[in-house]
C-alpha cells in the first residue's frame, strides 16, 4: 500500500466515521427525548424519578444483545456517561421548574 | 391520568428505549470497526496513529449539527468517552500486536 492509497483510504473511513457519528447523534437526541416523556409522566403521576432496577435492566439489554468489537465494560462506560447526562438534562428541567405546574395554587 | 395510565405510558416508552439502545449499540460497534480499520491502514503505512486535529473536526461534525435537546457540552461529553474507549482498544490491539480479526481467523 502506497502512501497515497493509505491517504485515499483513510479519507473514505473518514467519511463514514462523520456519517455514522451523525446517525448516533440522532439516536442519542431521539433518547433524550423519550427521557423527557418518562420523566413528564413521572412527575404527573407523582411516581418516583430515580429507580436504579430500571438502570439495570437498560444495562442487561445492551450487554446481552453486544456482539462486540466493544467489551462489555466499554460499552458499560459509554452508557453510563449517555445515562449520566440524560439524568443531568432531567434534573435541571425540574430544577429550572420548565414543566408546566402540576398544583397550581402558587 | 391514573396510576395505571401512567404505569401503561412508562412502559411503552421504556420498549422505546431498549429499541434505541440496540440500535446505538449496534452503531457504536460499526464505528469501531471503522476505527480498526483506520488503525490497520496507518500502521501499514507507517502514518501517526494520533491525529488530534481530526479528533477536533469529530466534535465540530457533531456539533455544528445538534440539533438538541442534548447541549453541545453533553453532546462532547459523550463522544469524548466513545472515542476514548474506541483509542483504548486500538491500544490494546496493538500492544498485543493483534489484528482485529477479519475471516474467522482462529
Known sequence: MTREDALQALEAYRVSIDALDLRLLELLNQR???VEEIGRVKRTA???I?????EDQV???ITA???GPLTPEAVKRIFERIIDEMRTIQR???EAG???SQDGDS
Open 32 to 34: 433524550t427525548r423519550v
Open 46 to 48: 407523582k411516581l418516583p
Open 59 to 61: 444495562f442487561e439489554n
Open 92 to 94: 435541571i428541567r425540574m
Open 98 to 100: 420548565i414543566e408546566p
Open 50 to 54: 430515580y429507580e436504579p432496577r430500571r
Open 65 to 67: 444483545h453486544n456482539g
